[in-house]
């Protein structure tokens, strides 16, 4: 259960015996069914999730309606983290695509790792770099982009996800209704064919 979030730790920072038996401890396993939520808005953050298996979105409301801003998947961690380490009530949401199987750390535990393991600091430093780094790029992609350049962005970023991401929830990042995702996709296999 703890070996995909064990080699990814590794592979940023290298983590010994006893290390790797505090972080099992402390990443509790945990469930989330299709549509549920990992984090509602208005709510506080109290964990940080591991995907293991399985594939979430983030969103807000936006004029009413939903404007999804990322997808994550196996692998990869998830979080409000602004929530998390402030405590403040989030405004994001992030809610499960299909079933999926997560391990999930409470800021408590969090910090033990982070004050016990020899590059503690250094592995949620680079890790919050790279959650800044993916807010940062999504942010600027709403102001910089059109909505064709959005969707050409989605099919780089996350090709290997589109069969798993229902075609509304494309939409909702690129930023269109579902009608107009079909004539843009219609438009761009056309150019690339």
Same mark, same amino acid.
């Given at each position: 259960m703890h070996s995909m979030l064990l080699n990814v730790i590794n592979a940023i920072v290298p983590i010994e015996p006893s290390e790797q038996e505090l972080i099992t401890s402390c990443?509790?396993?945990? %469930? !989330?069914?299709?549509? /549920?939520?990992? !984090?509602?808005? $208005?709510? +506080?953050? /109290?964990?940080?999730?591991?995907?293991?298996? $399985? @594939? +979430?979105?983030?969103?807000?409301?936006? #004029?009413? =309606?939903?404007?999804?801003?990322?997808?994550?998947?196996?692998?990869?961690?998830?979080?409000?983290? /602004?929530?998390?380490?402030?405590?403040?009530?989030?405004? /994001? #949401?992030?809610?499960?695509?299909?079933?999926? =199987? *997560? !391990?999930?750390?409470?800021? #408590?535990? @969090?910090? %033990?790792?982070?004050?016990?393991?020899? &590059? $503690? #600091? @250094? *592995? $949620? %430093?680079?890790?919050?770099? &790279? %959650?800044?780094? +993916?807010?940062?790029?999504q942010l600027l992609s709403i102001y910089m982009h059109s909505h064709e350049e959005r969707y050409k962005k989605f099919i780089e970023s996350y090709s290997e996800l589109s069969q798993r991401i229902p075609q509304y929830l494309i939409a909702s990042y690129v930023g269109v209704k579902p009608q107009s995702l079909s004539r843009m996709r219609s438009r761009f296999s056309k150019n690339i064919n």
């Open positions: 990443f509790k396993s945990f %469930r !989330l069914q299709k549509g /549920q939520f990992f !984090l509602e808005s $208005g709510k +506080v953050d /109290q964990y940080i999730g591991f995907i293991n298996k $399985g @594939l +979430v979105r983030y969103f807000v409301y936006k #004029n009413d =309606e939903e404007a999804t801003f990322e997808f994550t998947k196996e692998g990869e961690f998830i979080a409000d983290y /602004q929530s998390f380490t402030n405590k403040v009530p989030s405004v /994001q #949401n992030i809610q499960a695509i299909e079933d999926c =199987e *997560l !391990l999930i750390i409470n800021n #408590n535990d @969090l910090q %033990r790792i982070f004050n016990t393991a020899k &590059h $503690g #600091n @250094l *592995l $949620g %430093r680079i890790i919050i770099e &790279h %959650r800044f780094d +993916v807010m940062v790029t």
